[in-house]
């Protein structure tokens, strides 16, 4: 896991404004790998991206509640499905685009 957050973290400064992280093939998770994708998640928010996640296993999402993880990307951005995933990611974009600029009037 290490080494795909790794390759996530190199390429932060390309333009996508948001990651979803399919958990599905990860059936076991430690607290190195929340505190990685904690991490993660921060540095994305700071630059302004979202991180997304979709479809983890029971034990992954056991401790990623456990933990707390959900204040680090957000309750609304981690989901079941890939479906869901990019309902959301759909939400986001549309939200960010049609959002109209601060001082700006209509």
């Not at 607290?31 to 296993?57: F, N, P, V, W, Y």
């Amino acid at each position: 896991m290490t080494d795909k957050i790794n390759t996530i973290t190199d390429r932060l400064s390309s333009p996508a404004s948001m990651v979803i992280l399919r958990l599905r093939n990860k059936t076991v998770i430690d607290a190195t790998g929340i505190a990685e994708l904690e991490e993660l998640a921060d540095q994305l928010q700071k630059s302004g991206r979202s991180m997304l996640l979709c479809g983890a296993r029971s034990q992954p999402e056991a401790l990623m509640r456990e933990a707390g993880f959900d204040r680090h990307a957000g309750s609304e951005n981690i989901g079941e499905s890939i479906t869901e995933a990019l309902k959301r990611a759909d939400e986001i974009y549309n939200t960010r685009i049609c959002a109209p600029a601060a001082g700006v009037d209509s």
